[in-house]
């Protein structure tokens, strides 16, 4: 989470206070990002080294001082916003490498293995699911927010489904079952 | 009290060496304002499962009791005044008939149970209203989007005073806001008293149920536990808040 872009964000719709910044950095996330104060000055003075944002009273210190954003900040936000995050490389998957240690572990059961795991996800998905239940309760950011964190969820379980109907077919077919503990080593020796 | 149970219910097909277990020795109770959500791979048994606990189809051996009474111990018509009058199906393909509205798809079942046409339609009216299809009423399903077809299959699920919901994979191929709206209107039925049982291989679907039970090959092999308030939940996890 870029909390300098975020800042360039806020100030794009005009001048605001460090403090003001802070509270409206929370709630525009939802509340799932919380940010100190400290976090908040020590950026701005960063974004004004850069020439990003510049202070309406450089002399006045504080959580009133006000803050704008400059031609330059607007342009870097702007770059940022199209620029697509790093999501080449996979990242290193506690799940999915419990799920291909449990391939190699004798007398443990993959498919009991995978069940214990997608059991948590839905009962944690279930908990994100029944914050939605009450629609009054329920604004624009934090349905974003909640949503964002069911898919990601969900497709953690959709490949678990995957690995477990995977795992059933390979165990069906011996020739690819023998298979499977090597790939899983190579695997995890790359990463 | 639970208003649909199962007891040691298995189904086979086939016999000898040809004999292939649906389900096996299922146990499975869901209480009157209670959503049940079933998830499993195809061929994990869970629509066999659903189209027993709607009596559409004979258990091998176990019983399937509805309201405290024996589906095996029911003669053929009380069969089938049990499914006009108590029991609502979705199915995946919503199974609307195709020359009639969405309010004389909706009042067919009441109308089929001895209603007035006149009293079935009204009650008709009212189901669709609740579902926001007022000013769909009148119109053909051919002439109405996946989600309204949806809805007028889920009003007439739960049209008169049907009890328990039976929804095999309820938002079919719908995109996920319509699949949600979807699963808001099952919630909503149960929270004014109807006990639903819906399959699915879908996790977001499955999460809106109070319980999610995990097939496996016909079995039972593991069930969510009851979540707690999201209240406690929210304090778990201090971030979120819906409350502003």
Not at chain 1, 11 to 25: A, D, N, T, V
Not at chain 1, 51 to 64: A, C, M
Not at chain 1, 111 to 135: A, F, G, N
Request: aromatic fraction near 4%.
């Amino acid at each position: 989470m870029s909390v300098r872009h975020a800042i360039l964000a806020l100030l794009s719709e005009g001048p605001k206070y460090g403090l003001q910044l802070r509270q409206e950095f929370e709630s525009s996330t939802g509340e799932v990002w919380p940010l100190n104060i400290g976090q908040v000055y020590t950026t701005l003075q960063r974004l004004e080294r850069d020439g990003l944002v510049e202070s309406d009273e450089p002399e006045k210190e504080g959580p009133q001082k006000g803050f704008h954003i400059t031609e330059a900040g607007s342009e870097e936000l702007s770059s940022w916003l199209n620029t697509p995050p790093d999501m080449t490389s996979p990242p290193r998957d506690e799940l999915v490498i419990k799920v291909l240690s449990a391939l190699r572990v004798p007398g443990v059961s993959v498919h009991d293995v995978i069940q214990i795991h997608r059991r948590y996800l839905v009962e944690l998905m279930q908990q994100w699911t029944r914050l939605k239940e009450d629609e009054a309760d329920f604004d624009l950011t934090f349905a974003l927010v909640v949503d964002a964190e069911l898919f990601r969820l969900d497709s953690v379980v959709r490949w678990l489904d995957t690995a477990d109907g995977r795992l059933k077919r390979a165990a069906l077919e011996p020739p690819v079952a023998s298979t499977m503990p090597r790939l899983a080593r190579r695997l995890v020796v790359r990463r | 009290m639970s208003f649909l149970e199962l007891r040691g219910v298995s189904k086979s097909y086939g016999d000898g060496a040809t004999e292939v277990h649906a389900i096996k020795d299922l146990n499975l109770s869901v209480n009157r304002g209670s959503l049940v959500a079933v998830m499993g791979p195809s061929g994990s048994g869970k629509s066999t499962l659903l189209t027993i606990a709607g009596s559409l189809e004979e258990p091998t051996s176990g019983e399937v009791l509805i309201d405290g009474a024996e589906l095996s111990k029911m003669t053929r018509n009380d069969k089938a005044r049990l499914r006009r009058r108590t029991i609502g199906y979705v199915f995946q393909d919503f199974n609307l008939l195709a020359g009639l509205t969405a309010v004389e798809n909706v009042s067919l079942p009441l109308e089929l149970d001895g209603l007035s046409a006149k009293k079935a339609q009204v009650a008709g009216t009212v189901a669709l209203e609740a579902l926001g299809l007022s000013d769909r009423a009148t119109h053909y399903p051919d002439e109405l989007s996946g989600g309204e077809r949806q809805r007028v299959a889920i009003a007439r699920a739960i049209v008169g005073e049907r009890h328990l919901l039976l929804a095999d994979e309820p938002s079919g191929a719908l995109d996920s806001t319509n699949g949600e709206a979807v699963m808001r209107m099952i919630l909503a039925a149960c929270r004014r008293g109807v006990a639903a049982v819906i399959v699915t291989h879908d996790a977001q679907l499955a999460s809106w149920a109070d319980r999610v039970v995990f097939l496996r090959d016909g079995r039972v092999v593991d069930q969510t536990m009851p979540p707690p308030s999201p209240e406690s939940f929210l304090e778990g996890h201090p971030q979120p808040s819906p409350h502003r």
